[in-house]
């Protein structure tokens, strides 16, 4: 028996215990394990009944996600798949009662295992799930035909599509789990395997009937979910198959569902969007990793923090910190600008209330770790400070000077610039290796992405305390270079250019935004622009013309500049790329204005409009942020390209299911991608630069993740 899985006989209860660091993922070797100690136990005569059980935090947190990348084709993956069903029947048939005994998470693989089990045991605070569609995959162990049998089709139909965990309580309210041990799990767990033989109870799941009436009510279940995802899906595919499973499962027999189950697992486990998923998985959990930060560096522990600013994003940035239980101080030049913060902090949890997501009282109690001040005072005793006034340069600068002179020296002094050199507010502070940049994105208190800019003296002890404090806002934290716009906003200015550009030479903004959003972003950049103001843009570009820079190479539009003349700053005017029915409303409509400003500044720069083709607003986009993206690895802003993909994924909602902008400069394929550099440079101009990395790689025959190397960028 593999060392994974050990196997013990206690008061006359054999006890199956996985043990494979650190989420006991069913490796092949866990599988077999777990196989051969069942058939051990059920012949044991030591042993009347049977707990399978995880050691350390955790139950069974899914099978192991690497494995699937050995799986080359559908046929391969169906052919291995029909083996863990057979296993999993084996479990079912046990002859004597086999209880699963949840703590910490069972997930995927891990839930399907329990439900073949005859009964489920948790802690109160496990969670149990079907994450797989965040993997681009469907459950590929009988979940889609098990679970409905223990909940019913609607709730199995949830969980398999959103992939969120469900608490234990309501798992046991649901039918998934049997029972909830108070104490020791171990010892719950052998009281009431030990009561199931005393009752010579066994209950195997499959044999669960499915009525009539509920079948027919799963049917409903499965299109209703269908028009649902529609909606909410942006073009994964994984979603919807496991509808198609669980559907099977309704229409024909248990055998029926699972073969088609398995013929759909081949299906996705091969596709690009489960490959894509999968890596943007590992990709997250690398970004942690920073190569000259050790994971022992020690780190400050953040109590107590302030914010300056209480704009939008430092409003949000404060709910982010009170959210997460850390009580902050939220200063303001005057109190007019601090009750408008205030008042905008309020009305957002009260949208959140309206949600049923907070109470009044937990409100209340949040708000209440907000201590509003227009003075200094009390900065003195903050383990971190987060600088966030308005985009200028000048005015940051003082604000740092002044944190300098009102802080402890170990404080801790980040700034939500977007843009800005943190490097020269190191300088204006006097302490530079307690400077950071801590870039959160427009909605602070709800975008998961935190850009983590290190500047030239930034402590490694400020960088690993910004990163373990990211996990603790609930954000995902990556480590950047300091330059102008950092990664986000430096790839962005050349999104923005071409987006602008297209508008230029014909196609319009609804096009843009309807082909960028039928990709897969939440938003287009016009609507994007529209919802963050046209003003924040203008005035970064004013700043940059001031100082004789420009985002990105290349003919620089006028349009935008001129909707800021106008007063058009999106939504909060009523008016921006879109018309609104009123400031503040988000319903909007085209304005023929923008094309005919299109039409003028396209004469002026002597380009003739003409028709341009969806696919060619993909490439053009995608193309440019592949390019700038190549040159932020080489520059050395970026450790890693999964990086930048982390970046996009969570800092704009660029499509999961395609792995990011540099994953998907890998699918479409980098000798493309360098081909479509080179025609749009003999089309449009030779701000048109092929990134020598990219020009490279090609050379090579690589990828930014070269498959046969593993190895990434
Ligand atoms: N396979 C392989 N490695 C895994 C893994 C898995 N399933 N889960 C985690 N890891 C690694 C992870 O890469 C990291 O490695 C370390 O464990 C700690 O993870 C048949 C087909 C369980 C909630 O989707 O959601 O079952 O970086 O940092 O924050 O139908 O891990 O240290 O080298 O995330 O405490 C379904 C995936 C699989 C769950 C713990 N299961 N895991 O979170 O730790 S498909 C999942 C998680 C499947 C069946 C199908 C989380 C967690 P390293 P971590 P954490």
Not at 86 to 112: C, F, Q, T, Y
Not at 500 to 514: F, H, K, N, P, T
Request: glycine content about 10%.
């Amino acid at each position: 028996m593999p060392d994974s899985v050990r196997y013990d006989v206690s008061d006359r209860v054999a006890v199956v215990t996985i043990d494979n660091p650190p989420v006991n993922a069913l490796s092949p070797a866990v599988w077999e394990g777990i196989d051969k100690a069942v058939a051990r136990a059920v012949a044991d005569p030591e042993a009347d009944a049977i707990v399978l059980i995880g050691a350390g935090a955790t139950f069974i947190a899914g099978a192991d996600i690497k494995v699937f990348d050995t799986l080359k084709t559908r046929e391969d993956s169906f052919t291995r798949s029909a083996g863990t069903h057979a296993l999993l029947r084996r479990l079912e048939d046990a002859s004597k009662p086999l209880v699963a005994a949840i703590h910490g998470n069972a997930l995927g693989g891990g839930l399907e295992v329990a439900q073949a089990c005859h009964f489920r045991v948790a802690t109160k605070d496990a969670k149990v799930g079907q994450p797989e569609v965040l993997l681009g995959i469907i459950p590929g162990a009988g979940g889609t035909q098990r679970l409905p049998r223990l909940c019913g089709a609607k709730m199995a139909l949830e969980m398999c599509t959103d992939g969120k965990p469900v608490a234990a309580p309501k798992a046991l309210a649901a039918g998934i789990l049997d029972h909830i041990v108070s104490d020791g799990l171990l010892e719950g767990a052998i009281a009431f395997a030990k009561s199931k033989v005393v009752a010579h109870d066994i209950r195997r799941t499959r044999q669960i009937a499915m009525t009539l009436a509920n079948a027919s009510a799963g049917l409903d279940a499965c299109a209703a979910t269908r028009q649902a995802l529609a909606k909410t899906a942006r073009g994964a595919k994984a979603p919807f198959a496991v509808v198609d499973a669980i559907e099977a499962g309704l229409r024909g027999t248990f055998d029926e569902g699972s073969q088609r189950e398995r013929e759909i697992f081949a299906e996705c486990v091969v596709s690009t969007e489960s490959k894509a998923l999968r890596h943007l998985f590992f990709a997250e959990r690398e970004v942690a990793k920073v190569p000259d930060v050790p994971k022992d560096t020690p780190t400050r522990e953040i109590k107590r923090a302030a914010v300056v600013g209480a704009g939008t994003m430092g409003g949000g940035i404060a709910m982010t910190y009170v959210n997460a239980g850390i009580p902050v101080l939220l200063k303001e030049v005057d109190d007019a600008a601090l009750q408008r913060g205030l008042a905008t902090i309020r009305k957002n949890y009260d949208v959140t209330m309206s949600k049923g997501k907070m109470t009044a009282e937990q409100v209340e109690k949040t708000m209440a770790l907000i201590t509003p001040t227009t003075i200094y005072d009390g900065f003195d005793q903050m383990d971190i400070v987060v600088e966030a006034v308005f985009e200028n340069m000048d005015l940051k600068k003082a604000t740092f000077a002044e944190l300098g002179r009102v802080t402890r020296p170990d404080c801790v002094l980040a700034s939500n610039s977007s843009t800005l050199d943190i490097d020269e507010f190191g300088r204006a502070s006097g302490r530079p290796a307690q400077v950071i940049g801590h870039h959160f994105f427009s909605p602070a208190n709800v975008m998961r992405l935190l850009e983590i800019v290190r500047g030239r003296e930034t402590s490694k002890e400020v960088i690993a305390t910004s990163l373990k404090l990211a996990k603790r806002l609930g954000k995902v934290g990556v480590v950047v270079g300091n330059c102008f716009g950092f990664v986000a906003n430096r790839m962005l200015a050349y999104y923005m250019r071409e987006a602008y550009l297209l508008l230029e030479e014909g196609a319009s903004v609804e096009q843009i935004d309807r082909v960028l959003t039928g990709f897969g972003l939440p938003v287009g950049p016009y609507g994007m622009q529209d919802i963050a103001g046209i003003d924040v843009g203008a005035r970064i570009r004013m700043y940059l013309n001031s100082i004789g820079k420009t985002r990105a190479e290349g003919p620089q539009s006028a349009i935008p500049d001129r909707l800021f003349e106008m007063g058009r700053y999106g939504q909060k005017t009523g008016a921006g790329w879109y018309k609104y029915d009123a400031p503040g409303s988000r319903n909007r409509t085209p304005d023929p204005l923008i094309e005919q400003i299109a039409d003028e500044e396209a004469k002026k720069r002597g380009i003739t409009r003409r028709p341009i083709a969806d696919e060619e607003i993909v490439a053009r986009i995608t193309t440019a942020l592949a390019n700038e993206g190549a040159r932020v690895l080489e520059d050395g802003y970026a450790t890693r390209a999964g990086d930048i993909d982390i970046i996009y994924a969570y800092g704009f909602g660029f499509p999961r299911h395609t792995g990011g902008p540099m994953f998907y400069a890998d699918t479409v394929g980098l000798p493309t991608v360098l081909a479509r550099v080179k025609e749009y440079r003999a089309r449009f101009g030779d701000y048109w630069e092929p990134a020598p990395l990219l020009e490279r790689l090609v050379a090579e025959g690589r990828g930014f993740y070269s498959a046969e190397s593993g190895a990434a960028v």
